[in-house]
């Protein structure tokens, strides 16, 4: 993965493969922490579940399960007990909009829920959600450049998320250990 340029608030990576952006993916989650949100961009098959699948390894949660889903719109991912954050379990919430109809159905699938409990949030066609997004969260763009090409764009919408993306700059593509 290629740190293409970085500036205060965004950071650009090239992926080669779909193993390079899993890793990165990864690293990602190796970083987060409950209530974290993080909004995925991207045409079909552009990487956006490969990136989720990454993650929910990364924050501790089994990522054999990561798939997108073609009938739920929310998928939920729960890491083991041991190394829970804050006494509880790791949970990821999966959620992509691609079948969404219109904005007004999100209530009615348990967004709320989801983003005022203590999970990660990581959400595909994120741009189906964004009046209901929180000020602060992760955007991640993902831009099909080829066969295997892939890159991302990455921008922080506030304090934490801009935190997030300078510390995956240091640590991308060469996951640490959970601090
Ligand atoms: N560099 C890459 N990063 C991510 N996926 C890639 C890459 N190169 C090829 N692929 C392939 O592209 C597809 C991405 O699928 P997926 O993650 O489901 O996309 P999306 O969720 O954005 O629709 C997978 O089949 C993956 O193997
Ligand atoms: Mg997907």
């Known amino acids: 993965m290629t ?3 970085l500036h205060e ?5 090239d992926s080669t ?22 909004a995925l961009f991207g045409e079909l098959g552009s990487g956006k579940t490969v990136l ?11 990522k054999g399960d990561v798939h ?10 729960v890491g083991p007990s ?22 007004d159905e999100l209530p009615g699938i348990g967004w709320d829920e989801v983003l005022h ?9 994120a741009e189906r959600a964004l009046r209901w997004m929180p000020g602060d969260h ?11 090409r892939r890159r991302l764009h990455v921008q922080g919408m506030g304090p934490r998320s801009v935190e997030l993306t300078m510390r995956w700059a240091e640590t991308g593509g060469f996951p640490a250990e959970r601090t």
């Open 68 to 77: 997108s889903p073609s009938f739920t719109l929310v998928n939920e991912y």
């Open 82 to 103: 041991a190394g829970a954050v804050n006494g509880g379990q790791r949970r990821l919430a999966h959620v992509d909009l691609y079948r969404i109809r219109s904005e």
């Open 3 to 5: 740190v293409r340029n």
């Open 9 to 13: 608030r965004s950071l650009t990576w």
């Open 138 to 148: 992760l955007r991640v763009t993902l831009e099909t450049l080829g066969q295997e």
């Open 117 to 125: 409990s203590r999970h990660v949030v990581a959400v595909e066609w």
């Open 52 to 62: 989720v699948r990454g993650m929910a390894g990364g924050y501790g949660c089994a």
């Open 17 to 38: 493969s779909a193993e390079e952006t899993e890793r990165m993916g990864e690293s990602l989650g190796l970083l987060l922490q409950p209530g974290d949100v993080i």
